[in-house]
């Protein structure tokens, strides 16, 4: 009856220092996403992708400015974690790439149609 006791405290204790010990964080997968740019005017950044629709990006990236200088239909490229599946869908950026100007014309018309539908109104 000892050795039962002895052998169910020590699962105990080792129970308690697993429990307690710190866990390393999980590898987190970054993608990135390729579209234009629109601004909503009450302050709404989106990205229009080709793949991915329209997509309300939120600063994660520690850059204060980082949308600074963009204007409606540039070509950008961020880097962001998760896209969360919503419409319009949202997600926080970490990374943004100016890649090239463009106008108000490139952006995808249907897009925009929709996203008028629901409320929003772009510069």
Same mark, same amino acid.
């Given at each position: 009856?000892? =050795?039962?006791?002895?052998?169910?405290?020590?699962?105990?204790?080792?129970?308690? $220092?697993? @429990?307690?010990?710190?866990?390393?964080?999980? *590898?987190? =997968?970054? +993608?990135?996403?390729? +579209?234009?740019? $629109? =601004?909503?005017?009450? @302050?709404?950044?989106?990205?229009?992708? &080709?793949?991915? +629709? $329209?997509?309300?990006?939120?600063?994660?990236? +520690?850059? *204060? @400015?980082?949308?600074?200088?963009?204007?409606?239909?540039?070509?950008?490229?961020? !880097?962001?974690?998760?896209?969360?599946?919503?419409?319009? $869908?949202? !997600?926080?950026?970490? &990374?943004?790439?100016?890649?090239?100007?463009?106008? &108000?014309?490139?952006?995808?018309? *249907?897009?925009? *149609? !929709?996203?008028?539908?629901?409320?929003? !109104?772009?510069?």
């Amino acid at each position: 009856m000892n =050795k039962i006791r002895m052998v169910l405290l020590n699962l105990l204790f080792l129970l308690i $220092a697993v @429990g307690c010990s710190e866990q390393p964080e999980p *590898d987190i =997968k970054r +993608g990135t996403i390729e +579209g234009r740019y $629109a =601004k909503d005017l009450s @302050g709404d950044h989106f990205i229009m992708s &080709e793949e991915d +629709g $329209a997509i309300i990006m939120s600063n994660h990236s +520690g850059e *204060d @400015g980082i949308f600074d200088g963009l204007s409606s239909g540039d070509l950008i490229h961020i !880097t962001v974690e998760v896209i969360l599946e919503s419409y319009p $869908a949202k !997600t926080s950026i970490y &990374e943004l790439e100016f890649v090239e100007e463009g106008t &108000e014309e490139d952006l995808p018309q *249907d897009e925009l *149609d !929709t996203l008028h539908e629901l409320g929003w !109104t772009f510069e």
